[in-house]
Nanobody, 123 residues
Framework: QLQLVESGGGLVQPGGSLRLSCAASGLSLEGYAIAWLRQAPGKEREEVSCISSSGGSTNYADSVKGRFTISRDNAKNTVYLQMNSLEPGDTAVYYC????????????????WGQGTQVTVSS
């Protein structure tokens, strides 16, 4: 069974950077599209970015375009989210998910979720 573990969160000042990691065990990530999602207090979970199984296609929410970069290393069974120019609005618990992309590049979430990693952007 596929298990996902997120790491790399923390407290950072506005304008700072963090790199999140999503490490998988139990199964290979190779056949999955992977998404990073986040949930801030009192808000619904939102998709931040996703990457196709090959890594050749990526999508980003408008709020993070130009600041966040998703990548994957299938040999390490790990997906990353590089977050630059962080803003207080990026404060949330970040989750990764293994799913699929439909023909229109819309991400379809899988059933497994990790515990998430907290990102707090504050001065």
């Amino acid at each position: 069974q596929l298990q996902l573990v997120e790491s790399g969160g923390g407290l950072v000042q506005p304008g700072g950077s963090l790199r999140l990691s999503c490490a998988a065990s139990g199964l290979s990530l190779e056949g999955y599209a992977i998404a990073w999602l986040r949930q801030a207090p009192g808000k619904e979970r939102e998709e931040v970015s996703c990457i196709s199984s090959s890594g050749g296609s990526t999508n980003y929410a408008d709020s993070v375009k130009g600041r966040f970069t998703i990548s994957r290393d299938n040999a390490k069974n790990t997906v990353y989210l590089q977050m630059n120019s962080l803003e207080p609005g990026d404060t949330a618990v970040y989750y990764c998910n293994a799913g699929q992309l439909d023909a229109g590049m819309k991400y379809i979430a899988g059933s497994g979720w990790g515990q998430g990693t907290q990102v707090t952007v504050s001065s």
